[in-house]
Every structure is written in C-alpha cells, then in structure tokens.
C-alpha cells in the first residue's frame, strides 16, 4: 500500500464538488477558506449604457473558471474588472464589489499597479514587446525592482510556461522571431516572472492553431497547481476541457432595448456541460442559441 | 440552431426504435417457436439476429461519429448517451431470443409440461409488453412510463420463480428432466429480457432528469431467487 501523502492536494484535487456549497436553490454559495475573489452585485456601463449588470460569483483558488457565452455578453467586461483593466477606458463606471481575499479592489488607495502585479493578465493576441526574449520576460520584474537573481527568475517563468527547452538557448533572440503559440507561451511566462497570484486569460488561443492551442490549455492545467485562472473563452469545448467552474454569461434586453450583460448560471463545468439548470445554458451549450 | 446535429440525432432515435420492432418480432418468433414446437420458426429467429446485429453496429457507429464530430452537450449528450446504453440492452434482448430458439431446437421432441408453458406464455406476453413500454417511454421521454416497469418486471420475475416450482415437480423421467432444465434457461432468458426493459426505463429517466438511478436495487434485492 502506497504511503499516505504529506503534499496537501490542490482544491482539483480533493473534490470540488465537496468544496462548493450550495445554497437551498442548489446554486454555488461559498467555499469560505478558498475564496480569491468575491464578486457582488457588480455592474459595469460605458459613457452611461450598461454594459454588465448585477453579477454575483466567487472564484475559487486553484482552479481554472471559464467565462462562455455570446459575443457582446460582457465577458471581456468582466474579466477586465479583476485587474483594473476598466479603469483605463474613458467613460466606463464601475458599480458593485469584487473582494481580494476579502479587500475591496476598488477600495479607497488600492494601487491599480499593485493589483496588475498580483492579478496578471494575458490577451488574446500575442502582444510581446519588440525586445528579445529574456527582456520581455524580465520586463516585469525590472519595472518592479525585482532584480535579485534575474537570470533564475526568467529562466523560472519560461519553464513554468513550458517554453525553456525551445528558447533557453536563445534568449537575446528578438520575441518577434516566435511562433504565435511560442509568443503567447512568451506573453505568459513574462505575466509569471512577477510572480501574480491570478492570472486573467482573455480568449488566449482563439488566434493559435490547434496544437499551440492544446499546449496552451496543458499549461492552465499545469499551472493551476500554483495559480488561480480565470478565462475568457468563445471556445465551449475549451470550456469544458480547462475549466473546474464555468459561467454563462447572456444578453438581456432592457426596457428601451438596450443589451447589457448577464449571468445566467455559474457551476461546475461538468454540471453546465451535461445537465445545466438554467434553459438558456442549455440553448447556449448545445448550440441552439448564440 | 444546429439543423445537422438535431437531423441526425432524431435519425438516431427513429433507428433505435425500429431496433427495438426488430427485437420484439424476434421476441415473438421465439416464443411462437417454443410454444409450437418449431425448429424451422426458431432456425429463422437464430437468423434474424444478424438484423438486430446489423443495425446496432449502424447505431453505435453512428454514436461515435456523431460524438467526435459534433461535441454534444447537455440535453443531447444525454440523449447520445441514454441511446447508447438502449442500443446495447436491446441488443442483448435479441441474444436472449437467440438462446430460447437454440434451446427449443434440442428439446422439440419432448412433449412439454402444460403449467410451464402456460407460465412461459404469460411471461412472454409480460416481456412484450415491458419492451413496448421501455420504447415508449423513451420515445415520449415519460419517466412514469418508465417506472411503471418495475412493476411489470415483479410479474415477470414471479414467473420465473414459478417455472422453478414447476420443475422440482417434473418427476423421474429423464427425458422430461432434460426438458425441464432447458426450461429454467429459458424462464431466465425472460427474466433477464424484463431486466434489460427496466434499463432501458432507467436511461429515460437519466434523459429526462439528468441524473441516474437504479429503479431496483439489485444488490439489495429482499429475494434471492429473483
């Protein structure tokens, strides 16, 4: 018999079923001890329209949680929300909470700078900087003056984005001598080299082929072992493959017509891909709607 | 909406049901074969499997390509899956008609004890009428249809242990013994048909509800004849 193990197992491991609660609806509620973000009634408008309304969901640690649904559903609006991203657009206004391991992010004297160092974000075209290789990954931490032992830093990025073995001979190469999957690989080990706790991924291989598509997705999965992910996909298969929770985000129309965003339904990915409770998931997953 | 998707899981489903035609002729054709003593009806009944067979290799292929093609999610995964399994019930139901035509062939000589053919009769009928039910429910996606079975499948196994009576009763002669030991396959070869029609019921229910569960519990069965 094999000895019990020391390593305490990530939140994949152990049951996530186990981990989430429910409420009497059978809805999630909360995983008190493995909450990274708590989202509450949040809303998001551009120059006065509503873009995002009144979103409710916590993220769990460690895992890997999809945002699906149809183009327009403010997803990217959402995602953008966990690291200030937002901010940065003339007109957009930010209603609601998201809590931080309980601190508010949007809270008096958060430092916007400060919360894109703990909650990295990669896009959804490679955007490395026309600089080598290693300067694009030490980018960060130079910025940061996180300079002791810069060499081990990059070198440690570029293993945990599993990119090492094909640059680490090369690193004063230009960036832009990559491959797309390679330079998205790139743009992940240069969100890691400053060490975030949360890494945002926004749609980050719908511009790759296939096969540095499925490097891209071993990688979350790898990763999560260290890191909580949060992603943006239009990929449902994706979806179902990378994800431990999945939320469906929709279009609803409001009194004069206009769209905003809404959540329909956040579970476990197994429960929205065979057996979602809400009508419009089914529509969506099966293919009937969007 | 995906037209091509939906087009060929409603092909899916017409082609199981006419699968599940196929297996209640067999059904009749055995029973027909026992009854009358007909080696020739059951040698076309041990043919006719090759048309049962026939079509649930198109089914399961048609599954897998369906699968690897189209991703099916949610309400139609279920739908792929539920078949899937009824593909196979129904399948073993037609090899149960097999053996019931095989073992009348060996024993046509042998004048049958009345009381187990009439028993054979009314679980035959039983058996017929439980495949009917499992189709329908499926096809409709009835779960009450479905559940109704269990109660179906409690007559038949009735049946069963009453053949079983019937054959501790046949006497000395070994020809007649012979008989009756051929008997008692084929009253489990019926018996095992009304379990597979109680799956099939099952696999309703995960369709509809999305969650499976055993109607029965077979490993903690208050009878252990059954």
């Not at chain 2, 409603?10 to 067999?26: H, I």
């Amino acid at each position: 018999m094999a000895e019990p193990s020391n390593t305490p197992a990530t939140i994949s491991e152990v049951s996530l079923e186990k981990l989430v609660q429910r409420d009497d609806r059978g809805r999630p509620s909360r995983a008190a001890q493995n909450v990274v973000f708590e989202v509450q009634n949040l809303g998001v408008s551009y120059d006065g329209s509503p873009a995002l309304k009144d979103v409710s969901l916590e993220i769990y640690q460690n895992c890997v949680t999809a945002f699906i649904g149809p183009s327009g559903c403010g997803k990217s609006t959402f995602i953008r929300c966990f690291n200030h991203l937002n901010a940065l657009i003339p007109g957009a206004r930010i209603q609601g909470k998201i809590l931080y391991h309980e601190q508010d992010l949007y809270g008096p004297g958060v430092d916007p700078v400060e919360v894109r160092k703990r909650i990295g974000m990669v896009f959804q075209k490679p955007n490395p900087f026309p600089k080598s290789i290693y300067d694009n990954v030490a980018f960060g931490p130079r910025v940061l003056g996180m300079t002791g032992d810069l060499d081990g830093r990059v070198e440690r990025a570029l293993q945990q984005a599993a990119l090492w073995d094909e640059v680490g001979h090369r690193l004063k190469s230009s960036a832009l001598s990559l491959s797309g999957g390679q330079q998205q690989r790139l743009c992940i080990a240069r969100c890691l080299a400053v060490e975030p706790e949360v890494i945002l991924m926004d749609e980050p291989a719908s511009a790759l082929d296939p096969i540095a598509t499925t490097r891209i997705e071993d990688l979350m999965h790898e990763l999560k072992a260290e890191y909580t992910i949060v992603v943006v996909t239009h990929n449902m298969q994706q979806a179902a493959r990378v994800a431990d929770m999945t939320a469906f985000f929709s279009i609803e129309r409001g009194e004069e017509n206009e769209r905003s965003g809404i959540l329909v339904e956040y579970d476990l990915t197994e429960k929205i891909f065979t057996q979602p409770s809400d009508k419009r998931t089914e529509d969506y997953v099966t293919g009937r709607f969007g | 909406m995906r037209a091509t998707l939906q087009e060929e899981l409603d092909t899916l489903q017409s082609t199981l049901l006419e699968e599940g035609e196929l297996v209640l002729r067999a059904l009749r054709g055995s029973m027909e074969a026992l009854e009358n003593r007909d080696p020739e009806l059951a040698d076309e009944v041990i043919a006719f499997d090759d048309e049962v067979d026939r079509q649930y290799v198109g089914i399961e292929e048609n599954i897998a390509s369906l699968l690897a093609r189209q991703a099916p999610a949610a309400g139609d995964l279920r739908l792929v899956l539920a078949m899937l399994h009824t593909n196979l019930h129904l399948e073993r139901m037609a090899d149960y008609c097999v053996t019931i035509a095989k073992l009348t062939k060996l024993v046509y000589g042998i004048t049958p004890d009345q009381r187990m053919m009439v028993a054979f009769q009314e679980m035959g009928a039983r058996c017929e009428e439980m495949i009917r039910a499992a189709l329908q429910s499926f096809a409709n996606r009835d779960v009450a249809v479905a559940e109704s079975l269990v109660e179906l499948d409690e007559l038949v196994d009735r049946g069963n242990r009453r053949v079983m009576g019937h054959v501790l009763s046949l006497g000395s002669n070994p020809a007649i013994r012979e008989w009756g030991l051929r008997m008692i396959v084929v009253s489990r070869c019926l018996e095992r048909i009304g379990d597979h029609a109680v799956d099939i019921g099952e696999q309703t229910a995960y369709l509809v509800t999305g969650e499976f569960r055993e109607f029965t519990d077979a490993s903690n069965a208050e009878r252990l004849d059954s």
